[in-house]
């Protein structure tokens, strides 16, 4: 099912972790010395796609790997590296190509219930 | 989305703020307070936050409350001998609470909590598009 579903599905995942991380910064705006994390989407897109990345822990394996402390451009006296503007906007983008993902997913599911019900 | 972790994370930088809230609440209300005796008077509380892994995903970082800790700020020692509470010397103490530090609190504190209320909201409409996939 994974084959049917390409790149997508794992693209979905890792989406989905990455809004995780994004909503973790926006909850810790006011943590002190709290460290803004980020997904690189690409390395971490590549990581899971690679054959020999086990089966059940391909994603996991893929963002921790993939995981970085974002720098502040304004870094606050308390050491908390969390921009609540640009946090903001990389949420809103984040959230936006989840949705992206999960049309692509959606229309391979709707060709192959297709093919299926002849109809 | 399996066991939906981004809604332990929201909720739990909803619930830090709302304490955060109140405590801010209660020392605006307490501002004038006085006293007759220093160690009576009211003391500003302010909630200490510290990120901590979310029961779903402990590698992904929630807000915890640790403690609410009270201001060691010395009480503002006013003359007022007219005053029913003032002490024999005719002081009363006044809490030291700074109404303008505590409404900017106020405005951050509503903020963060608004800004996690839409987290809250895209994040339950995107586990609804994804249950409804295929419908």
Redesign the interface.
């Known amino acids: 099912m994974s084959d049917f579903l390409g790149i997508h599905g794992t693209a979905l995942a890792l989406r ?1 972790q990455r ?3 994004l ?2 910064n ?7 010395g ?1 460290q803004a ?1 980020d997904l690189d989407f690409t390395s971490a897109l590549q990581a899971a796609l690679q054959p020999n990345a086990a089966a059940g822990d391909a994603i996991d394996g893929a963002v ?1 790997g993939a995981r970085f402390a974002r720098p502040s451009s304004q870094p606050s006296l308390d050491g908390n590296t969390v921009d ?1 503007e640009r946090e ?1 906007a990389l ?2 983008q984040a ?1 936006l190509e ?2 992206a993902s ?1 049309n692509f ?2 229309s391979k ?2 060709t192959m ?1 297709t093919a299926i019900t002849g109809q | ?2 066991n939906l ?2 809604f332990d ?2 909720g ?2 909803m619930n ?2 709302s304490v ?1 809230l109140s405590t801010i609440a209660s020392n605006l209300a307490n501002a004038d307070s006085v006293s007759g005796n220093p160690d009576d008077v009211f003391r500003a509380k302010q909630p200490v ?3 901590e892994g979310v029961p779903g ?1 402990p ?5 915890n409350v640790v403690e609410v800790r009270e201001s060691d700020a010395a009480p503002l020692k006013r003359y007022e001998p007219g005053h029913p509470l003032a002490d024999a010397q005719g002081y009363v103490y006044a809490p030291a609470v700074d109404p303008v530090a505590q409404m900017v609190d106020l405005i ?2 509503s ?2 909590y608004q ?2 209320v ?2 809250f909201n ?2 339950k409409e ?1 586990a609804l ?2 249950l409804n ?2 419908r």
């Open positions: 989905e809004l995780q991380l909503s973790a926006m909850a810790n705006a006011d943590t002190p709290f994390q921790q609540g903001h949420f809103a959230a989840y949705r999960l997913v959606e599911v709707r219930l | 989305m399996s972790p981004i994370v929201a739990s930088a830090a703020q955060r936050f510290r990120a995903d590698s992904l970082a929630g807000v951050s504190a903020r963060s800004a996690n839409e987290v895209s994040a995107l598009a994804t996939m295929g």
